[in-house]
């Protein structure tokens, strides 16, 4: 069992281009977590998605960030345009269970954004 | 708004000491509390309390929940260089809704 993978695990984009982001979770796990964590803070929500299906987009910007889960593949956080301030690492996390149903998440270890 | 709040952010203490890390929270029906582990990367889990006065323990690690003060601690004795680490406490709510977490407390032990 390969755990949570995640790709890149680091990123480098200047300001405006595209960062694309892929999380693959866990065999057998259909719930798929985004967090941003910024240097000394916590990990923030982003969005949580199953299969071809975003549950709950709340803690993420709405302009120039989307992601998505496709029935086939990983799950992809995508940033256009990207700004200074989008520098960050980006952790995802899988569950095999509803939200609120398990014992915690397991993490994947993370991309680091760096925009120039 | 869900919150949790750990303290303190940082502690740099001496290898052989017992530290204590807290946590308190406030969240819309609570299911349970998480405790993780945060080095280089993933962070990875250590506790998921749900019932209060019970403690959990792994090794030289403990934690316990309170629910009616609505915190919880995280215990680690005789700790090692190897225990250098952030440590994240989050909330888990009740329903379809993801976990909330803390800044962290960044625990450095010195030889």
């Known amino acids: 069992n390969a755990g949570v993978m995640q790709n890149p695990r680091h990123l480098v984009r200047r300001r405006g281009q595209e960062a694309r982001l892929r999380c693959s979770p866990m065999?057998?796990?259909?719930?798929v977590y985004w967090y941003r964590q910024l240097p000394e803070e916590g990990l923030k929500f982003m969005v949580y998605?199953?299969?071809?299906?975003?549950?709950?987009e709340s803690g993420m910007p709405k302009e120039r960030f989307s992601a998505e889960f496709p029935k086939e593949g990983p799950s992809i956080l995508r940033i256009q345009q990207v700004v200074r301030g989008d520098s960050a690492a980006y952790f995802c996390?899988?569950?095999?269970?509803?939200?609120?149903?398990?014992?915690?998440?397991?993490f994947g270890s993370g991309t680091r954004l760096t925009v120039v | 708004e869900d919150k949790v709040v750990q303290s303190p952010l940082s502690l740099v203490v001496h290898e052989g000491d017992t530290v204590t890390l807290n946590c308190s929270y406030e969240?819309?029906?609570?299911?349970?509390l998480l405790w993780y582990k945060q080095e280089k990367k993933a962070p990875t889990f250590l506790f998921m309390l749900?019932?209060?006065?019970i403690e959990k323990k792994s090794g030289r690690l403990s934690s316990i929940l309170d629910k009616k003060e609505l915190f919880s601690i995280l215990n680690i004795t005789a700790t090692q260089t190897g225990d250098s680490a952030v440590y994240l406490c989050?909330?888990?709510?009740?329903?379809?809704?993801?976990?909330?977490f803390g800044k962290g407390t960044r625990l450095s032990v010195i030889a």
């Open positions: 996390a899988s569950s095999p269970r509803l939200a609120g149903q398990g014992d915690g998440y397991t």
């Open positions: 065999k057998g796990h259909s719930h």
């Open positions: 998605l199953q299969k071809e299906n975003i549950i709950d």
């Open positions: 969240v819309t029906n609570f299911r349970s």
């Open positions: 749900t019932s209060s006065g």
């Open positions: 989050a909330v888990e709510a009740a329903g379809n809704t993801p976990l909330v």
